[in-house]
């Protein structure tokens, strides 16, 4: 049985997609908790995709340096717990109701309605502070200037990892526009650390930079990069910086994508004071579930990959070429305002069997929609809707030994990823 904390939490109404938000009830929150997320050290991560491998990296990283961190994240895969880790593990039901209870006590007092995403942000900021944590990551929900983690005033550094079009209904239509709303996020005194980003949306996320007077910036492929030193599956990769020697590391991630994800999380954590050696060991161990995980389960290899906008797709079709991986059984699922036909062109020519499911919301793309998409250009599909163990059975009953790969909404595949019987791992260890 829930607590009141976690009962206050559950209650608080999802986002519905629209854009009529603000900063507002999250500022009020603030202010009544006394400012939780400016107590302890912070390092706030915007980008539209590889913000989540980024920021698990950097709290590896410090903790490897054996710091105390806290990471909060959206959205989870299963559980509320894993938006709050603690330690590179997921705040326990017992502490979330702690404090979810005086959270609420305080939203009451001051007549402030949060919704969820606000609710958990403004939680873990003051769970992070009254453990004193040493530092604590943060990885923006949504675009960045209005998004509810934007209201750390004093950031040590803030990180925009890429700019790529997704969510264009609320960020905007260009690159430009959407380079702005990241770089909300930007504030004066911080350090900037930029990853590889096309020459016009990089240009608005500097100007920003220079009119708040950051206290130094790094841009990839003009201050620091990475090299591939290795062919084939295993890679070795050389990071090329300014600001101190060259030297190698080897992501335990998969993707040749993130070779520059853990380039931009060295970066940032160089500039912040951490050594070669607890960066090298940070990015050897982090661990970030469903992004190319692969997961062996009655005979078959499951490939989850939460690729839930072009930019995502085109990296889960890169590593499926890489892999010589052809012919697989796939089961996608997205939300309705995500471009999904260019996402199933992008996948297309790897895909042997399409089985259509239904994300756990109430943004979810009906599967009809895909199932006549598909039939229009001569494919044929399974429609599964929610049903996700009949999904699971039927692909163990087949005889193929191909790899089952499920992709789209974080919900969706966390759910998957539970009923293939993934418990939770730590993200990261903390070394002594």
Known sequence: MKGQGLQYLSNLAEWQGTGDF????MQS???????????????????????????????????????????????????????????????????????????????????????????ITALAFLIFSELKLNWMVVETGLGGRLDATNVLSKPKAVVIVTIDLDHEEILGCTLAKIASEKAGIIKAGSMLVVGEIDTQPLEV???????????????????????????????TYRLLTKSVPVFDFEPSLKGCHQAHNMAVAIQTCLALGSSREDCQLGVRNVFWPARLEEIQYQGKTWLLDCAHN?????????????????????????????????????????????????PESLRALDPVDVFQY????????????????????????????????????????????RLLSKEDQPIWQRYN
């Open 205 to 235: 996320i500097l100007r920003a930079a220079r009119e708040r007077q950051v206290k130094g910036s790094f841009v990839f492929g003009e201050d620091y990069g990475v090299e591939d030193l290795a062919n084939g599956f295993s890679r």
């Open 374 to 417: 598909l039939s229009g250009i001569g494919i044929s599909a399974q429609i599964f809707d929610s049903d996700y163990e009949r999904f699971m059975s039927t692909q163990l009953a087949l005889c193929s030994k191909n790899h089952v790969v499920v992709t789209g909404s974080m919900y969706m595949v966390g759910r998957i990823r």
């Open 22 to 25: 603000s900063l507002g009830p």
């Open 29 to 119: 929150i603030m202010k009544a908790l006394g400012n939780p997320q400016d107590t302890i050290p912070s390092i706030h991560v915007a980008g539209t995709n590889g913000k989540g491998s980024v920021a698990a990296a950097i709290a590896s990283i410090l903790g490897a340096g054996g710091n105390r961190v806290g990471l909060t994240i959206s959205p989870h895969l299963s559980r509320i717990n894993e938006r709050v880790l603690i330690d590179g593990l997921p705040a326990s039901d017992e502490l979330l109701d702690e404090f979810g209870v005086m959270l609420k006590r305080v939203a009451e007092k001051e007549g402030i309605e949060l919704t969820f995403f606000e609710g």
């Open 310 to 358: 072009v930019a995502g797709a085109s990296r889960l079709a890169e590593y499926l070429r890489e892999r010589g991986l052809l012919d697989i059984s796939l089961g996608f699922g997205v939300l309705k305002d995500k471009n999904w036909k260019q996402i199933i062109n992008i996948l297309r020519p790897y895909v042997g069997m399409w089985s259509i499911l239904r």
